[in-house]
């Protein structure tokens, strides 16, 4: 049976990590070798790769790949950044709490 690998950057590790599925961490540099090595070993047959990473492979290698390879490479969306400030996050909370708009002074 074929198992399912996540190939993220450094600030992904520990959630990864906590869930109990295999992960490799890499760099955008190291990227293809990592991939070439998953896919070279074999027990992987669906490889997840952040997308912040996909985009440094080289896509004609892809191409070959998906042709030649049996297994499946998917892109995992990268964690969105917060676009509100924290304070601002928990003013959105507390508006919602109770059904108004507050201003607070700290």
Known sequence: MKNILFI???DAHFGFTLSGVEQL???PIGISDTVAGAIAESSAGLIFVDER????LDQEWLEG???HWPGLIIVLPAPEKLSVLPEDYA???ISKAIGYQVRLQI
């Open 91 to 93: 003013m959105d909370l």
């Open 65 to 67: 790949l998906e042709r």
């Open 53 to 56: 990473l996909y985009h440094h």
């Open 8 to 10: 993220t950057p450094e």
């Open 25 to 27: 961490v890499t760099d």
